[in-house]
Each structure stands twice: as C-alpha cells, then as structure tokens.
C-alpha cells in the first residue's frame, strides 16, 4: 500500500498523460495491472485491516499514509466529499456566507458525540482546525483561513480572500485529544487495544449499521510487509496507486475498485523561450497528446483524461474550452503552420531553415514516468516535431525544472479539493513562467463565486486558459482499494474515505 506523499504537494512533478478523440494515433504498448484469480474467500476469514505500529494514529499529525487510510473509519470532518468531489455536509448542518464572501459561518449538526460520550462543541471543531492549520498534512490548504472563531453551536472561519467552494477543504478529521494517544472520533469505530492487539471497535451510535462489529488491525511497518499481509490473508483489504511500482507486489486474488484524486498529471512548457513561449505551438502540443489513450494503456484505466486543470465530473468543469484542447492532430498541424512553420518533404516542421526541436525532461524514478515520456515524444515526431528525451534523476530533474533547462517537462501535483490552480498558474509551482495580466481577476472571480454565477466565472477563467495553455493537462490518476476476492460488496471508495458507503456493504464471507 502506497500512496504520493505530502511531497507532491510542493514539488511532486512526476509524470503525465495525453489527450482523446477518436482519431488514429501511436497507441502505447499497454501496461496491464494485475489481474487477479477469481478464489472465492474462506469463510472464516475476517475483515481486517493493516496500521504501521511506529507512526501516530492522529488523523491531523499524522503522516503515515497507512495509518491515515484508517482516519474515516474513526473521524469525521465538518463536511465530506463525494466522487465528484461535491462537499457534502457531516457533521456541519448549514452554512452562510458573509455579502463580501469573506466569513462563513457553520451552524454544527445538533446531537453528535464523540466515541466515549462526549458533545461535540465547535470548541472541538476550532482546536482540529487550527491544529490542522499547523500540520505538513493541511496547512497549504487552510493558508487562506485568517482566523476561526466558536460561537454557540457555530464555527465562523474568516478568509483572508474569498473562496466560494470552502467546504471542499473542510473534510479535516474533528478530533477530541486524549493525552498521548489517538484522539477521540465521532465516526464508525474507535480504536481499542484489546490486549492481544490493536482493532477498530464499533462506535454505539453506529454498531447496529455496520457490517463489522470490530475490524483486527494487523501490524506492518513497511509496504513489503503489507503487500505479504494482503497475500496470506491476515490484512484483507488494502489501498495502493497503480502507477507506483508498490502496487506490482499484490498477487493474490483479489478486486479492485478505483477512485478519483486530486492528482494531476500534466505538461508543463518554458513558456519565457524557445519554440513553446507561442500560445499556439502550446494549442498544438496539447491536441496532439492523446489522453485516452495514455489513461487506457500506460496507467491501465486508473485514470480519468482531462484536457483543463479542474477533474471532468466536477461541476466546474467547462466542456467548451476543454475541448479547444482536446485531441486533434490535424488542428495541432495547422497551428504550427499559422505560427509560421513550415513542412518539410521529410515531414518535419521547419523554422528559419532549423527542424523545430524541443527537449522533454522527466523524473526517471518511475518506469511509468519514463514510458509515457517516451509515448509523448512519439505523438510529437508524428507531428513533425523533433524532441529530446531526457530521463533525469529527481536531483538532476529539479535542477533542471529550477534552471529552465527544457521546452516541456512531465509533472504531476496533488491539487486541493476546491481545484484551485494558482499555484500552478501564477504560484511557486509555474515553474515555465507563465503570466498574464488576465488570469488574477479571472481567478479571484472563480473562486469568489458561488451558484451559478461560479460556473459562468469558470467559463471565464478557462476559455483564457485554452487560448493561453500554460499547462497542457492530462489526466488525473486514479487509485484503487483492493478486496480480497469474494469478501464484501457494493464498495463505492472515494479519495477521502475508502469506505464511504460502508454502511451499505454486503458482507459475504
């Protein structure tokens, strides 16, 4: 089980994807994920889960990512976010905006305690946030909260600019401290050492909706020991990213199912020179990466193609300009051509006499990375583009990214849940350059929004992002949770909780 780590919150840039409509292209060899035997389950066997016994179980501190799969079980947030990345609210009832979109006020569901009894306060929701506000986990996310107030059943959260879509960022676990333990959660369970070991006891409010009265936690400090734990069934269901090399280890029988992130992969262009400070030979580029293909075959459908910074389920997501972007050789041909390039009899572009040229540089950590390197390079020649893969060690790699020393580099970033794309358009992730004196405003305006005037902003907003690309989106990547075969149905996982409709399971072993 592995996952991306805070890392890419700052400088994850690792890999990218390509475009999709249906139009003949290099199709890359595929890159299958395991396939597992369909074994039915023992009966006897358990549901159980794995926990690192060397890192905390504190859902706001932590940074275990085993560890941390476990937080939905035990917490809750003010808010949780569907597959669409929709916020629905848990333990928030209502929400009022300020006129000038600056304060929110969240009046808290009325009835909620924590697993030993205790109400929740919005005293409690206060310390989990400004807790939150400190850790690696959620400070860059919460960097726009001023100051968060408790009033009598309510949390007031002061901006210091708007943001119309704020709870997308309140799904942070709502904690009651217990000296040096794990805190206190208002969720499904609680964790208890039942002398022989740690497991997750049901909550009271809860036990007569769950599937499992006690899930076993099994210890497993390292991700080779998980994956022998999956394998001999002492751990019977695990998270891992298909596009990390972790997940090739899982052999045993299993089922998969995927759910979206955050996680964007995409290419990024020297935007201050070379032939890619043009905002059309960027157009071009773009339309030729054919996304579908790259999500199809070298992540193995753990994916979801996107030609715009924002995930294509989202409501925000404005189809029209995506698709300026979209997969189109022929279109990304005479691009090049009103830029002033020229075909060769060779079927190379030509400038000022010079084949046209670009240099792809790529993090060579990962086979994954490296392969759909080599398949953009493809896509390109088949243009008429001239390109130089370089495979670059991450030091090598990130001194490049910091010099400037490419035309395009392959990058990847785990974006907020509001889709917020500043740091990567105007923020210290634009690492080719990229400016306008549009995209401010354009920006405030979008994320000031909210209703139907924030799908209009959104138009704005990305109807100047397809014309300038400063990014050329791919895809954002899937992860999965994998069930030991036969074990449990109706699984509907999502980013922030893999058990989100647990209640619903058909437990069958």
């Known amino acids: 089980m592995h996952r991306l780590t805070a890392l890419a919150l700052a400088l994850c840039l690792v890999l990218t994807g390509c475009a999709g409509q249906a139009q003949p292209s290099a199709e890359p060899t595929s890159t299958p994920a395991p396939t597992p035997t369909a074994t039915p389950a023992a009966a006897s066997q358990p549901f159980a889960l794995s926990y690192d016994p060397g ?57 909620v305690t924590f697993s030993d009894g205790t109400p929740l306060t919005a005293g409690h929701v206060v310390s989990s946030l400004n807790t939150a506000a400190a850790s690696t986990l959620y400070a860059s996310r919460l960097a726009g909260v001023s100051g968060v107030q408790a009033g009598d059943g309510q949390v007031m959260i002061t901006l210091s600019v708007p943001n119309g879509n704020l709870p997308a960022l309140l799904d942070i676990p709502i904690v009651l401290e217990q000296g040096s333990g794990a805190p206190l959660g208002t969720g499904r369970y609680r964790f208890a050492d039942t002398g022989e070991g740690l ?5 009271g409010a809860y036990a007569d909706r769950l599937p499992y009265q006690s899930i076993p936690l099994h210890p497993t400090a390292t991700a080779d020991e998980r994956i022998a734990a999956f394998d001999s069934g002492e751990v019977t269901a695990v998270t891992t990213d298909f596009s990390s090399p972790y997940a090739l280890g899982y052999s045993s029988s299993y089922e998969t199912y995927d759910y979206p992130t955050t996680n964007l992969l995409y290419v990024g262009f020297r935007t201050t020179g ?11 580029f773009s339309q030729v990466f054919d996304r579908n293909s790259v999500v199809r075959s070298l992540l193995s459908g753990h994916g979801e193609a996107a030609c715009l910074p924002i995930f294509p389920r989202h409501a925000d997501y404005p189809a029209a300009a995506a698709e300026k972007l979209d997969y189109d050789v022929q279109a990304a041909a005479q691009l090049l051509e ?28 990962n086979t994954a990375r490296q ?9 390109l020649t088949s243009l008429g583009v001239q390109v130089e893969v370089r495979k670059l060690a991450w030091e090598d790699y990130n001194n490049a990214l910091l010099s400037g020393q490419y035309d395009l580099y392959l990058g990847e970033v785990r974006m907020t849940a509001d889709f917020d794309p500043t740091a990567l358009l105007a923020g210290n992730l634009n690492y080719g350059g ?36 400063p990014i050329a989106p791919l895809c954002f990547h899937n992860e999965s949770m994998l069930v030991r075969w036969g074990m449990v149905t109706n699984l509907i996982p999502t980013r922030g909780d893999p058990y989100w409709n647990m209640e619903a399971w058909q437990h069958t072993s």
């Not at 070379?274 to 071009?284: D, I, N, P, T």
């Not at 572009?349 to 670009?358: E, I, L, T």
């Open 55 to 111: 890192a905390t179980l504190h859902p706001i501190t932590g940074t275990s990512q085993v560890n941390l799969d476990l937080a939905p079980l035990v917490y809750q947030g003010l808010y949780a976010l569907d597959n669409a990345f929709v916020p629905q609210p848990v333990l928030a009832q209502s929400a009022q905006v300020s006129e000038d979109g600056r304060v929110w006020t969240i009046t808290l569901a009325q009835g």
């Open 199 to 203: 497991e997750l006891q049901a909550n």
């Open 274 to 284: 070379g032939v890619c400070q043009s905002a059309q030979v960027r157009q071009a």
């Open 338 to 365: 009103g830029s002033g390039f020229s075909k060769g009899e060779d079927g190379l572009f030509y400038q000022g006499g010079s084949p046209v040229s670009v240099k792809l540089i790529v993090n060579s950590d």
């Open 371 to 379: 392969n759909i390197a080599d398949f953009l390079a493809r896509s």
């Open 434 to 469: 990229y400016a306008s004196q549009q995209l401010p405003t354009l920006l405030g305006q979008w994320k000031a929004a909210q209703g139907e005037a924030r799908n209009q902003a959104a138009q704005a907003l990305y109807d100047l992002f397809a014309q300038e690309v």
